[in-house]
């Protein structure tokens, strides 16, 4: 927990100083500049029977994320858009952040593809990954012949 937020905070700081007109792929601009990156947060966390995968994605829906596996990647890619406007008697504001992202992380071996189920509530990704079915014997010794 400690090192998640000290991350947090790196980030923050990061974000609030960093120069608005670098446009390098991967600069975060100011804050008070729209966002043009966007790279969700995510945990991995060992079940009994499983790994949780869960990415933080507020503001989108199981209809803006996309999730492939192939050869033992699985994939979480999206497209994140959004205006929040306010208007009163003398003043309107608009305020737009958006980007896509896309995150990869490797398979155990024998992962069950089949298995592996996702959900989106409340901003929160959640992918379950079935873990691959053990042999009884995890270790073996093979006699060396002379």
């Known amino acids: 927990m400690h090192q998640r937020h000290r991350?947090?905070?790196r980030?923050?700081?990061?974000?609030?100083?960093?120069?608005?007109?670098?446009?390098?792929?991967g600069h975060c601009p100011s804050p008070f500049i729209s966002r043009r990156h966007f790279n969700p947060e995510c945990d991995l966390k060992e079940k009994s029977g499983s790994y949780e995968l869960?990415?933080?994605v507020p503001g989108m829906s199981g209809g803006d994320l996309k999730i492939t596996v192939s050869r033992g990647v699985l994939t979480v890619s999206g497209e994140k858009k959004e205006v929040r406007e306010t208007e009163t008697a003398d003043c309107r504001t608009?305020?737009?952040?958006?980007?896509?992202?896309?995150?990869?992380?490797?398979l155990p071996g024998g992962t069950d593809i089949d298995g592996i189920r996702?959900?989106?509530?409340?901003?929160v990704l959640t992918v379950i990954i079935p873990k691959p079915a053990k042999s009884p014997e995890e270790v073996k010794?093979?006699?060396?012949?002379s």
Do not use: N
Request: hydrophobic share 35%.
């Open 7 to 9: 991350r947090i905070m």
């Open 54 to 56: 869960t990415l933080e």
């Open 118 to 123: 996702a959900k989106c509530k409340d901003g």
């Open 141 to 145: 010794t093979i006699p060396v012949e």
């Open 94 to 106: 608009g305020e737009r952040c958006y980007g896509a992202f896309r995150r990869s992380f490797s």
């Open 11 to 25: 980030r923050m700081m990061e974000e609030f100083f960093a120069d608005p007109f670098d446009d390098r792929p």
